[in-house]
């Protein structure tokens, strides 16, 4: 995927220790592989929000961003079917 015009590649390992990890300098996004698909999903965008955090310096807090994540990741989950 790319995010600022940058590559960045996402990896699924095994035994993570955490959901997920954003390492920017490394264009890097690690998930665990130890949870559901659901939370892999919703685990990404949160990676995906932390690096739009970083590269725009917004200082969002943990808790905004995973409030961020939550929300998003419950309408797009909806997405599909409110447009039924």
Same mark, same amino acid.
């Given at each position: 995927?790319? @995010?600022?015009? !940058?590559?960045?590649?996402?990896?699924?390992?095994?035994?993570? %220790?955490?959901?997920?990890?954003?390492?920017?300098?490394?264009? @890097?996004?690690?998930?665990?592989?130890?949870?559901?698909?659901? /939370? =892999?999903?919703?685990? &990404? &965008? !949160?990676?995906?929000?932390?690096?739009?955090?970083? !590269? &725009?310096?917004?200082? @969002?807090?943990?808790? /905004?961003?995973?409030?961020?994540?939550?929300?998003?990741?419950?309408? &797009?989950?909806? =997405? %599909?079917? /409110?447009?039924?």
């Amino acid at each position: 995927m790319k @995010l600022f015009g !940058h590559d960045i590649t996402i990896e699924y390992v095994d035994d993570l %220790g955490m959901f997920g990890q954003a390492l920017m300098d490394r264009g @890097l996004i690690r998930i665990s592989n130890n949870i559901s698909e659901s /939370q =892999k999903e919703s685990t &990404l &965008l !949160h990676e995906v929000i932390e690096l739009v955090n970083r !590269h &725009l310096g917004l200082e @969002l807090s943990e808790a /905004q961003i995973r409030g961020v994540e939550v929300g998003l990741f419950e309408w &797009l989950s909806q =997405k %599909g079917e /409110q447009d039924e």
